[in-house]
């Protein structure tokens, strides 16, 4: 993808939360730390999709996988507070969604 001249920073962010899904695992990560089997029951998403996008938005920062060490391991997913600072901009994509579509 080409990015703008204008605000390559834009470019990055649309082509990051633009996405498919990738909106919608943070909406969904808005409830809480959640388990990847919750994910993607909440999600008509592959599992394959869903560990792939999991992973770039862990690998930029915005969700976090903790990893307990139990027996049978338990991994959660939670946003950070990077991923938390997108919850009004996809509220308002929402509430706009809800206006138009």
Request: aromatic residues 6%.
């Amino acid at each position: 993808m080409k990015e703008s001249a204008l605000c390559p920073r834009l470019s990055k962010a649309m082509e990051l939360v633009g996405k498919r899904w990738t909106a919608l695992i943070i909406y969904q990560l808005l409830e809480g730390p959640q388990r990847f089997n919750a994910i993607e029951a909440a999600l008509p998403i592959s599992g394959r999709l869903l560990s792939e996008r999991l992973k770039e938005l862990e690998k930029e920062g915005i969700v976090e996988r903790k990893v307990y060490s139990e027996v049978p391991v338990r991994v959660e997913y939670n946003l950070t507070d990077k991923g938390l600072s997108l919850e009004q901009t996809v509220r308002e994509i929402e509430i706009w969604a809800k206006t138009w579509l």
